[in-house]
């Protein structure tokens, strides 16, 4: 027997058919860029909550939620936290990545020099859980932890994308180096870092295409 009592669902009623309200959504979406030039215009504590809620509404394998958000705003904390990913980064270019990675990576002119980690006004690190913590669960087994962390990423991005914020999917590898600046236990394991705020004036970005519908979806296979 389930340890949850069923209650009645409340299936949320957009103002439109579905149809208009998927195009509408999609419409939105399309509009949203990773950006790298950032503003230090202040981002309220409160709008940082209400994202990080609305990441930790994603499913999760056995509901488990194995996902931690850490908010930083501190500039000596961020300027560590970049000290360290560029560090990764001036390994990564120089050593880790092999020529084809570089080559993919050149028309997209990024480098080892991160200074929007300490521009943008919040940095949102995200950590996958290894174990479940929670005191109040029967047993510390997480399931499909990186599957359940993307999907939460992934929410998050959007409902900054909604309150008219900008993101970055920053990926310096390895990420160890967040566990020890921000004193997390070992069973937390960085997954993203996410700098959030603002674009700065004159912000641009590369004039890169999506795939198109049919490149990307296939009906009865």
Request: hydrophobic share 40%.
């Amino acid at each position: 027997m389930s340890q949850f009592n069923s209650i009645p669902y409340q299936p949320y009623q957009p103002d439109d058919v579905p149809e208009v309200e998927a195009r509408r959504f999609y419409e939105t979406m399309r509009k949203r860029r990773s950006v790298r030039l950032f503003s230090d215009k202040p981002v309220s504590r409160a709008v940082i909550e209400n994202l990080i809620l609305a990441a930790g509404t994603a499913p999760s394998g056995a509901n488990k939620q194995p996902w931690r958000f850490v908010a930083i705003q501190d500039p000596a904390l961020k300027h560590e936290i970049r000290l360290g990913a560029e560090e990764e980064e001036r390994e990564f270019y120089a050593r880790r990545a092999n020529p084809t990675w570089l080559e993919d990576l050149r028309p997209l002119a990024t480098d080892d020099s991160k200074p929007f980690l300490e521009i943008a006004p919040w940095l949102v690190v995200v950590f996958k859980l290894m174990k479940d913590d929670n005191p109040e669960t029967k047993s510390d087994q997480v399931y499909y932890v990186n599957e359940s962390v993307g999907i939460a990423c992934g929410m998050f991005l959007t409902a900054a994308h909604l309150a008219g914020l900008a993101t970055l999917t920053h990926t310096p590898s390895p990420m160890k180096f967040l566990g020890k600046i921000l004193n997390r236990p070992d069973h937390e394991r960085p997954y993203l870092l996410i700098p959030v705020g603002y674009t700065a004036e004159g912000c641009t970005v590369p004039d890169i295409h999506r795939k198109t519908l049919e490149q990307i979806m296939v009906v009865d296979g």
